[in-house]
């Protein structure tokens, strides 16, 4: 028979056991996290169907100022043998008695012109083809107006020759202007923060203050308005004293030169220090003023071909840019004294518009004549600019998407909490309506949506961001198994081995034949 310490033994290892076997799903429970149901099916859905989406065809109407006999024959012969290597422009002939506008010489006159007659609306752009009896002697080929239609000549009598050159022309300006080849690796972002910087090299030509604010407001704020529903944009503007050259310039004839290709050895902006604020979820466009001490102006850029670039100043791709200003060889005011007022600022800041145009991927067309927009960018651009933002946009908001989906996929114990779930199923819903924006079949009677797929992507990528980044889900990245396991063995490891060896313990001596007892 058991005697009584085998039995307070045995009562005691039992204990252990209905203990463990209580504590243990009760940790587990507690142990788990909660992990929201995510639309992975819907996540993936979504992004194979942006990988195989046809980009929106451009709704492209033809004019003729006055009609012209078999015009609609050779224009069918020509668009047939013209290749069309995007597949993306649409063309409906026309034709509609505007016969006066071929009387009118003055470009900019013709482009008003036909926006009094014929306005072209959003989403969707005009090309008239206006008859005249002689082509103009100054014949650009193909204008541009700073509206939604362009323009160019043909006599009253084309050949077939004729209008395939104009369709070649006009088909060469739309795969340029409205290219979608790079929007999956151009780095735009609905945020932008542009910092305007007056670095001063030395106490002899340092300005104490400058008109940024009036400049702004003048030369860039139209510009500005005018793109508000791309991206959001915040200025600021400071001031810095005394920022070197790293490296002395070459003197040749009086002046001082920096050759393009060794602009980073002189001027490095990573030693400036310019940051004012935390941009961390920002852009940020680093606009330079640089005024260069008496000792070293005037300076100048040179090209490739030794020749003075006329701006005096350069871009840094997805940095921002530089403006050289020699103020000792500037015609001032004689008032101005140590402030940079309004006047001096009208030779600089076209170049800053510039230059922010060129980083947010505007660049000017490759062709004869295209008429300047007051606002900074036309019409045609600024579709073209709406269109690879909404591409950058959808492209980045499915990255996300795929990228949580795996993060949450491969650490089971991150917690995923309904915001989350309903941040993804709006990003979701967003690409959808981005989707079904530029790919449905348009035609000039339903263009595209700019506007509202814009917003649409918009939507997109910022319900992503905020869902792959939020602070819930990124406290719990670097807490693998290992540490868990770190965490609980300590302690419970001496209890397991006290338990686990008084039952084999027990189970051993039960086994175990009984010795008799002698007297």
């Given at each position: 028979?058991?005697?009584?310490g085998?039995?307070?033994?045995?009562?005691?290892?039992?204990?252990?056991?209905?203990?463990?076997?209580?504590?243990?799903?009760?940790?587990?429970?507690?142990?788990s996290?909660?992990?929201?149901d995510?639309?992975?099916?819907?996540?993936?859905?979504?992004?194979r169907a942006?990988?195989?989406?046809?980009?929106?065809n451009?709704?492209?109407e033809?004019r003729?100022s006055?009609?012209?006999?078999?015009f609609?024959?050779k224009?069918?012969?020509?668009?047939?043998?013209?290749?069309?290597?995007?597949?993306?422009?649409?063309f409906?002939?026309?034709?509609?008695?505007?016969?006066?506008?071929?009387?009118?010489?003055?470009?900019?006159?013709?482009?008003?012109?036909?926006?009094?007659?014929?306005?072209?609306?959003?989403?969707?752009?005009?090309?008239?083809?206006?008859?005249?009896?002689?082509?103009?002697?100054?014949y650009?080929?193909?204008?541009?107006?700073?509206?939604?239609?362009?323009?160019?000549?043909?006599?009253?009598?084309?050949?077939?020759?004729?209008?395939?050159?104009?369709?070649?022309?006009?088909?060469?300006?739309?795969?340029?202007?409205f290219?979608?080849?790079?929007?999956?690796?151009?780095?735009?972002?609905?945020?932008?923060?542009?910092?305007?910087?007056?670095?001063?090299?030395?106490?002899d030509?340092?300005?104490?203050?400058?008109?940024?604010?009036?400049?702004?407001?003048?030369?860039?704020q139209p510009?500005?308005?005018?793109?508000s529903?791309?991206a959001?944009f915040?200025l600021?503007s400071?001031?810095q004293?005394?920022?070197?050259?790293?490296?002395?310039?070459?003197?040749?004839?009086?002046?001082?030169?920096?050759?393009?290709w060794?602009?980073?050895?002189?001027?490095n902006?990573?030693?400036?220090?310019?940051?004012?604020?935390?941009?961390?979820?920002?852009?940020?466009?680093n606009m330079?003023?640089?005024?260069?001490s008496?000792?070293?102006s005037?300076?100048?850029i040179t090209?490739?071909?030794?020749t003075?670039?006329?701006?005096n100043?350069?871009?840094?791709?997805q940095?921002?840019?530089i403006?050289?200003?020699?103020?000792?060889?500037?015609?001032?005011n004689?008032?101005?004294?140590n402030?940079?007022?309004?006047?001096?600022m009208?030779?600089?800041?076209?170049?800053?518009?510039?230059q922010?145009?060129?980083l947010?991927?505007?660049?000017?067309?490759?062709?004869?004549?295209m008429?300047?927009?007051?606002?900074g960018?036309?019409?045609?651009?600024?579709d073209?600019?709406?269109?690879?933002?909404?591409?950058?946009?959808?492209?980045?908001?499915?990255?996300?998407?795929?990228?949580?989906?795996?993060l949450?996929r491969?650490?089971?114990k991150?917690?995923v909490?309904?915001?989350?779930?309903q941040?993804?199923q709006?990003?979701?819903?967003?690409i959808?309506?981005?989707?079904?924006?530029?790919?449905?079949?348009i035609?000039?009677?339903?263009?595209?949506?700019?506007?509202?797929?814009?917003?649409a992507s918009r939507?997109?990528?910022?319900s992503?961001?905020?869902?792959?980044?939020d602070?819930n889900?990124?406290?719990l990245?670097?807490?693998?198994?290992?540490?868990?396991?770190?965490?609980?063995?300590?302690?419970?490891?001496?209890?397991f081995m006290?338990?686990?060896?008084?039952?084999?313990g027990?189970?051993?001596?039960?086994?175990?034949?009984?010795?008799?007892?002698?007297?």
């Amino acid at each position: 028979e058991m005697g009584l310490g085998g039995q307070i033994r045995t009562r005691v290892i039992i204990s252990y056991i209905i203990l463990m076997g209580v504590g243990i799903p009760v940790w587990w429970h507690l142990m788990s996290v909660y992990r929201a149901d995510l639309p992975y099916d819907a996540i993936e859905r979504t992004a194979r169907a942006i990988d195989r989406a046809e980009v929106a065809n451009v709704a492209i109407e033809i004019r003729l100022s006055s009609p012209v006999d078999g015009f609609s024959e050779k224009f069918g012969e020509a668009t047939k043998s013209v290749r069309w290597d995007d597949q993306n422009v649409a063309f409906i002939s026309q034709s509609n008695n505007l016969a006066e506008v071929s009387r009118i010489a003055n470009p900019s006159d013709v482009d008003e012109w036909l926006q009094s007659k014929q306005p072209t609306p959003a989403g969707k752009h005009t090309f008239f083809i206006i008859v005249v009896d002689e082509l103009p002697k100054a014949y650009p080929g193909v204008t541009l107006g700073i509206h939604r239609h362009g323009w160019t000549y043909i006599t009253k009598k084309p050949s077939q020759s004729d209008v395939t050159n104009v369709v070649k022309n006009i088909k060469e300006i739309l795969q340029r202007h409205f290219s979608l080849k790079e929007a999956a690796s151009q780095k735009l972002s609905p945020d932008y923060r542009i910092s305007f910087s007056l670095l001063n090299a030395h106490p002899d030509t340092a300005y104490r203050s400058w008109a940024i604010k009036d400049a702004v407001r003048l030369y860039l704020q139209p510009f500005l308005n005018e793109i508000s529903s791309v991206a959001k944009f915040t200025l600021d503007s400071q001031i810095q004293q005394f920022s070197r050259l790293e490296r002395a310039p070459t003197v040749e004839n009086g002046r001082f030169i920096i050759k393009s290709w060794e602009l980073h050895h002189f001027l490095n902006p990573h030693e400036w220090k310019l940051d004012l604020v935390d941009s961390s979820k920002q852009t940020l466009f680093n606009m330079i003023l640089y005024v260069p001490s008496n000792a070293t102006s005037p300076l100048h850029i040179t090209d490739p071909m030794g020749t003075f670039i006329l701006s005096n100043a350069f871009t840094i791709p997805q940095w921002g840019g530089i403006v050289i200003y020699n103020r000792k060889f500037q015609v001032e005011n004689v008032t101005s004294g140590n402030s940079l007022g309004i006047s001096e600022m009208s030779s600089v800041m076209p170049k800053f518009l510039e230059q922010i145009r060129s980083l947010l991927g505007i660049s000017p067309l490759n062709i004869k004549y295209m008429l300047p927009s007051p606002m900074g960018i036309s019409q045609w651009e600024k579709d073209a600019l709406s269109r690879r933002f909404i591409m950058s946009n959808v492209y980045k908001a499915v990255d996300n998407l795929r990228s949580m989906s795996q993060l949450i996929r491969d650490l089971p114990k991150m917690v995923v909490m309904d915001h989350i779930a309903q941040l993804s199923q709006d990003a979701v819903d967003a690409i959808e309506e981005c989707r079904q924006g530029i790919s449905h079949e348009i035609s000039v009677n339903s263009p595209v949506d700019y506007a509202a797929v814009l917003a649409a992507s918009r939507r997109a990528i910022v319900s992503s961001d905020a869902a792959l980044f939020d602070p819930n889900m990124l406290a719990l990245l670097y807490f693998p198994d290992q540490h868990e396991l770190a965490v609980y063995a300590l302690p419970f490891y001496p209890i397991f081995m006290h338990v686990l060896t008084g039952i084999y313990g027990e189970i051993k001596s039960r086994r175990s034949p009984k010795k008799p007892k002698t007297e």
